[in-house]
């Protein structure tokens, strides 16, 4: 069976602060992939990024970056000097070789201006 | 763009009422899925379409049924609505699985918003 953890409910910041995300898997594969998505007001979720099993680099994406460990299984998100437009639900999923996404919980993120 | 569209942002019916939820997705994907989304729950699937006609169920399949008669649109039906059905649902759609281990990002619309009453 697939777990996803998102132990953080909701994170609250003011603007320009740093804020990292936890996510914490659970699978018996040896190949999978994970995922970030947002979710902001309007409902429409966004991909983010996708990692799989085999690629422990970590990310960067201008404000963005990502931190993979298979020592922890955590695939956990930064962004850096937060914005409002960064307010948003964070879901990270799971994957195998196969269709399903396995979602957490998400978090619930909002930068104050 | 991929463009997935759904019919309705904003829904109530009654219970007991035949509800159909659909989604229509622009990009000639194969695989189709519908998700229910509850607080601290995440996303759960409820079914899935791999090609037309062709369904498999998901984690919360009950109560719940799919239709897939043309590739681009894939609707969820409720027979008989209840309030536990009360709930946001999302379509995504992506490509097939491709050969090796890859894995493709699911694209999703803009959700529904479903109220039983």
């Known amino acids: 069976a697939q777990k996803v953890t998102q132990a953080q409910t909701e994170i609250s910041v003011v603007e320009k602060e740093d804020v990292t995300l936890d996510c914490v898997y659970e699978?018996?594969?040896?190949?999978?992939?994970l995922f970030w998505y947002k979710q902001p007001p309007s409902g429409e979720l966004v991909f983010l990024i996708r990692?799989?099993?085999?690629?422990?680099q970590n990310e960067i994406s201008g404000r963005y970056s990502w931190n993979f460990q298979k020592s922890t299984s955590s695939f956990n998100f930064t962004i850096t000097a937060s914005q409002v437009v960064d307010s948003a639900v964070y879901f990270c999923a799971l994957s195998s070789n196969d269709y399903k996404l396995s979602f957490g919980a998400g978090t619930t993120v909002t930068v104050r201006a | 763009d991929v463009k997935v569209t759904q019919s309705s942002r904003y829904l109530v019916k009654r219970t007991g009422e035949k509800v159909f939820l659909e989604c229509v997705q622009d990009m000639d994907h194969e695989n189709m899925f519908w998700y229910r989304q509850d607080p601290g729950l995440g996303l759960r699937l409820i079914y899935f379409s791999y090609d037309v006609k062709m369904k498999e169920k998901g984690d919360i399949p009950e109560g719940y049924s799919v239709s897939r008669e043309k590739k681009e649109r894939f609707s969820l039906i409720l027979e008989s609505a209840s309030t536990n059905q009360t709930s946001m649902y999302l379509c995504a759609s992506s490509l097939p699985m491709g050969s090796g281990h890859v894995n493709n990002e699911q694209f999703f619309g803009p959700g529904t918003r479903l109220t039983v009453l």
């Open positions: 990692r799989n099993s085999f690629d422990e």
């Open positions: 699978t018996r594969d040896t190949t999978y992939y």
